[in-house]
């Protein structure tokens, strides 16, 4: 099994079925097992489905490790829209700090019982619900790093409770200026940049008592910088709380790894570089050394090229070496198939190779 662009799928020449099934906005738009043709890709394409999971000859024996299941992350998900529609509705209506206390719990749960810290990111995301899988993405990574952290459970609740909510005052700001394609103007950013204040205030007014101290503050300075250039405060260095600090590094990563209506997503190899390249000047560098040494950079399935020109399939993990992972190859460096002579290339003992990119599909370069 592996995740697929739509838009390199090859029907003519290759045979694709349905590994996991396709849903949008809670239908089912094709059952797992089906094969792919022209028609179902088409209206794939009209849903703005850019990436599926599928079952084809290249990815046999494959099993994305997914941290999160696709089912269980579409029902949390579900509940965060929810929840976050219920604070649009207005002054009556709001947050149920049960549901979402519970919801924080679970996600706590499932994290803190797996036995191994690695993290691998969902990448099928879709664009019309970024604020809610935005949420629920941070509050994912911010546990992971606070597992690595060797948090106590409550103070994970903490973490979790305050990156779960720490854009939340995104909700009332105008959605055509939050996804506005082209360049803000400077009023768009000041009204885009009231957002940490605005949810802060939002939550310290109607869940005073239920939130604490400590969330609270994630929300208000998740966008600090560690060089003081940050908002709403210019905090610097460790003025800003710890929590804050891990929860602005999540943030980041998870944008560049989204596709925005402005921007195509990263892959995460190369997020986490940007990441370390933005370490001393935005981030607490302890946090992002931490932060990135558990995340899975080629998840299982992506394809890549390797140093010598050879091409092949990310197999499995080397789970103390992240990005040197076990590769199936597909072709050699003259671009000759040898995927059916089943040669594996482990980067831990092939020590002079590396990855020098992740490639859409075994065609591109
Ligand atoms: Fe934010």
């Given at each position: 099994?592996?995740l697929i662009?739509?838009n390199?799928?090859?029907?003519?020449?290759?045979?694709?079925?349905?590994?996991?099934s396709?849903?949008?906005n809670?239908?089912?738009?094709?059952?797992?097992n089906?094969k792919l043709?022209h028609?179902?890709?088409?209206?794939?394409?009209?849903k703005?489905?850019?990436?599926?999971y599928?079952?084809d000859e290249?990815?046999e024996?494959?099993?994305p490790?997914?941290t999160?299941?696709t089912?269980?992350?579409?029902?949390v998900k579900?509940?965060?829209?929810?929840?976050f529609?219920?604070v649009k509705?207005g002054k009556?209506i709001?947050?149920?700090?049960n549901?979402i206390?519970?919801?924080?719990s679970e996600?706590?749960?499932?994290?803190?019982?797996?036995?191994?810290?690695?993290y691998s990111?969902?990448?099928?995301k879709?664009?019309?619900?970024?604020?809610?899988?935005?949420s629920?993405?941070?509050?994912?990574?911010?546990?992971?790093a606070?597992?690595?952290?060797?948090?106590?459970?409550?103070?994970l609740?903490k973490?979790?409770?305050?990156a779960?909510?720490h854009?939340?005052?995104?909700?009332?700001i105008n959605p055509?200026i939050?996804?506005k394609?082209?360049?803000?103007?400077?009023?768009?950013?000041?009204?885009?940049?009231t957002?940490?204040e605005?949810?802060?205030?939002?939550?310290?007014?109607?869940?005073?008592?239920?939130?604490?101290?400590l969330?609270k503050q994630i929300?208000?300075?998740?966008?600090?910088k560690?060089?003081?250039?940050?908002?709403p405060?210019?905090?610097a260095?460790?003025?800003i709380?710890?929590?804050?600090r891990i929860c602005?590094?999540?943030?980041v990563?998870?944008?560049?790894?989204?596709?925005?209506?402005?921007?195509e997503k990263?892959?995460?190899?190369?997020?986490?570089?940007?990441?370390y390249s933005?370490?001393?000047?935005?981030?607490?560098f302890?946090?992002?050394?931490?932060?990135?040494?558990?995340?899975v950079?080629?998840?299982?399935?992506?394809?890549?090229?390797l140093?010598?020109?050879?091409k092949?399939?990310?197999?499995?993990q080397?789970?103390?070496?992240?990005?040197?992972?076990?590769?199936k190859?597909?072709a050699?460096?003259?671009?000759?198939?040898?995927?059916?002579?089943?040669?594996?290339?482990d980067l831990i003992?092939?020590?002079t190779?590396?990855?020098?990119?992740?490639?859409?599909?075994i065609l591109s370069n």
């Open positions: 099994m592996r662009n739509i390199y799928i090859d029907v003519e020449k290759y045979e694709y079925y349905v590994a996991k396709i849903n949008s809670g239908v089912v738009l094709l059952q797992q089906v043709n028609n179902y890709i088409s209206q794939l394409k009209l703005d489905i850019k990436y599926v599928v079952n290249i990815s024996g494959i099993e490790n997914d999160i299941s089912e269980k992350y579409r029902e579900g509940v965060i829209k929810d929840q529609n219920m509705k009556n709001g947050l149920n700090m549901i206390n519970n919801t924080v996600m706590l749960d499932i994290i803190t019982s797996k036995r191994d810290i690695t990111i969902n990448e099928i879709v664009t019309d619900d970024y604020l809610y899988e935005h629920l993405n941070v509050m994912v990574s911010c546990l992971y606070g597992i690595i952290m060797k948090y106590d459970k409550i103070k609740h973490l979790a409770l305050g779960l909510l854009d939340i005052g995104k909700v009332s055509d939050l996804n394609p082209g360049k803000l103007t400077d009023k768009e950013r000041s009204e885009i940049e957002h940490p605005m949810g802060y205030r939002y939550i310290s007014d109607n869940y005073g008592d239920e939130v604490s101290a969330s929300i208000l300075q998740h966008h600090e560690w060089n003081g250039k940050g908002y405060n210019q905090l260095g460790d003025s709380y710890e929590l804050a602005s590094v999540a943030d990563f998870d944008a560049l790894t989204t596709d925005r209506v402005y921007r990263m892959p995460i190899y190369k997020a986490s570089e940007y990441i933005l370490g001393y000047n935005d981030f607490d302890e946090i992002v050394k931490l932060f990135l040494s558990r995340i950079k080629f998840k299982e399935g992506s394809i890549v090229k140093s010598d020109g050879s092949g399939i990310v197999y499995n080397n789970k103390h070496m992240l990005d040197r992972p076990i590769i190859l597909l050699d460096k003259d671009g000759k198939n040898i995927m059916y002579k089943n040669i594996f290339v003992e092939e020590k190779l590396f990855i020098e990119k992740q490639l859409e599909s």
